[in-house]
């Protein structure tokens, strides 16, 4: 796993859908460690996880535990 920022990400989102290329699959690093798929974004603040968690843009602009595959 590739550690990113929230800008990289939705750089790379925006630029796949302007471009109509496949979007890479995106992880969130959860406080116990683990790895959840993003599953959802939602433009204006926030990003859902396959286990129905979330969390919020000004988070991850703090701290960013966004990762993506190599």
Same mark, same amino acid.
């Given at each position: 796993?590739?550690?990113?920022?929230?800008?990289?990400?939705? @750089?790379?989102?925006?630029?796949?859908?302007?471009?109509?290329?496949?979007?890479? %699959?995106?992880?969130?690093?959860?406080? @116990?460690? $683990?790895?959840? #798929?993003?599953?959802?974004? %939602?433009? !204006? %603040?926030?990003? #859902?996880?396959?286990?129905?968690?979330?969390?919020? !843009? $000004?988070? $991850?602009? @703090?701290?960013? #535990?966004?990762?993506?595959? @190599?």
């Amino acid at each position: 796993m590739k550690h990113i920022t929230l800008k990289e990400m939705l @750089e790379e989102i925006i630029q796949c859908i302007l471009e109509q290329k496949e979007i890479k %699959d995106y992880y969130w690093k959860d406080g @116990e460690g $683990e790895y959840r #798929r993003i599953t959802e974004i %939602d433009l !204006f %603040d926030r990003i #859902r996880t396959s286990n129905d968690d979330f969390t919020e !843009f $000004e988070w $991850e602009l @703090e701290e960013s #535990r966004l990762y993506k595959v @190599e």
